[in-house]
Structure formats: C-alpha cells, structure tokens
C-alpha cells in the first residue's frame, strides 16, 4: 500500500533562512509525489509533482523539492523563508486504481511558522 | 477562469439529519473527487468520478454517497450524520485520470466546513 510520512509536526524558522519540510514515502511500483500547501481557512493549494525525470522539481513561490530514491524521500525546500509561507504543509502520493482513476493518499501534515 | 467553487461554505447540522454538498469543478474537468479532512489530520480520499461513473472508493461507509451531472459538477451526500462526521470536506478536479495522464495534477476547492452538533 502506499503511504508517505511526514516527521515533524511543527518546523520553526526565520525568515530568510532556509527552511526544508521532511518527507519519506513508500510505494509499490513507481513513485508519483506531490506537495500541497493548506492556508487557515482555505482549500489544499498544489505547489509541485514528482512523476518521472530529474530529482530536483521545482514549484510555485520558490519552493522545490528533492526527489531521493535511496533514501524513500521527497523533502520540501525553499533558500530563503517568507514570514507568508507561515502554513500547513502536506506531502502526498498518487495511487493508481485498477479503474484507471485515482486516489492521493496524504501525510498528516506539518505546519510551518516562519518567524520575522 | 475560475477555480473549483463548492457551496456551501458553511453547515451545521444535527446528529440524524442528512446533507448534500455541492462542488463545480474547473471548465474542461471532467474528474471530480471528494474529501473529508478531520481537524489536525490530512485529507482522506471518499470517492472519485469521471464522466458520470464511480472510479475510486474510499473506507467510508455507505452513509456516503456522490454523484456527478452531465455538466461534470456534483455531490456529496451523507445521511444519519454523526458527530463524527464534522470536518472540512474538499472537492478537486482534473482534467483526466491519472491512470490514462499519469502526471496529471488535482486541483482542490476551498472546502465546505461541516459541523454536527
């Protein structure tokens, strides 16, 4: 079955320094990797996608993630933090239905607070 | 263009009572998907439907039920509400299923917040 785990809870940063939000994942057969961004009050906001090709992705607003397929990770990074990507960050994973649909299995989450 | 809209944004309901929950998916999409997403926890998958047919069920009981429209919109349909039955529940779209465009991208609405008293 597939699943991905999300470690931290809560990452504290300041703003501008580099922040990174930690993602291991297991899946049978290829890995489609995704990471959504989830403001108070707001739906799930698509940031980036892993499906096939270089390890490196990147996204909206300067976020990128590295795909690592030792180390089962798919870890959210950004060089420099803004105090307004204070959210709640989910790292999720596409399962592939034997109808041709599709579900996306996500992470428990973890909530970013950058700090001025 | 706009979005994924779903309505209402707001519910209360009793235990007992039924509720049906709108969702409009993006102009061209013809995959509609639903979640429930119980505070401090990540969005669990309930159904997905692609041109008007049933593709994915999650582990949620037959309380719940969905349809799609020939127009792609659809509902959410959950009757005896419990009270743990209160949560966030998202619609998302997409152009294709991803078992035909693997790499297609689901786009999520703002959600409807429901609470059971």
């Known amino acids: 079955a597939q699943s991905v785990a999300q470690p931290e809870d809560q990452v504290n940063v300041a703003e501008g320094n580099p922040l990174t939000v930690k993602c291991t994942y297991s899946?049978?057969?290829?890995?489609?990797l995704f990471w959504y961004v989830q403001y108070p009050n707001r739906g799930l906001q698509f940031l980036l996608k892993y499906i096939t090709g270089d390890n490196l992705v990147k996204g909206s607003y300067g976020f990128e993630a590295e795909f690592n397929k030792s180390q089962t990770s798919f870890h959210l990074k950004k060089p420099s933090a803004l105090v307004s990507d204070s959210a709640l960050y989910f790292c999720a994973v596409r399962d592939i239905l034997d109808t041709g649909g599709f579900k996306t299995i996500f992470g428990a989450g973890t909530r970013l607070f950058v700090k001025a | 263009d706009a979005g994924v809209t779903q309505s209402p944004t707001h519910l209360i309901k009793t235990r007992g009572q039924h509720v049906t929950l709108r969702c409009s998916p993006i102009?061209?999409?013809?995959?509609v998907s639903w979640y429930q997403q119980v505070l401090g926890q990540g969005p669990q998958f309930i159904f997905q439907y692609y041109e008007k047919e049933e593709r994915g069920r999650g582990n949620f009981p037959d309380r719940f039920s969905a349809r799609q429209f020939p127009n792609y919109s659809s509902e959410l349909n959950v009757n005896a509400l419990l009270l743990g039955d209160s949560a966030l529940y998202l619609c998302?779209?997409?152009?294709?299923?991803?078992?035909?465009?693997?790499?297609?991208?689901?786009?999520f609405g703002p959600g409807t917040r429901l609470l059971v008293l």
């Open positions: 998302a779209s997409s152009l294709a299923l991803a078992g035909v465009v693997v790499e297609e991208t689901q786009y």
């Open positions: 899946v049978s057969g290829n890995p489609y």
């Open positions: 102009s061209g999409h013809k995959s």
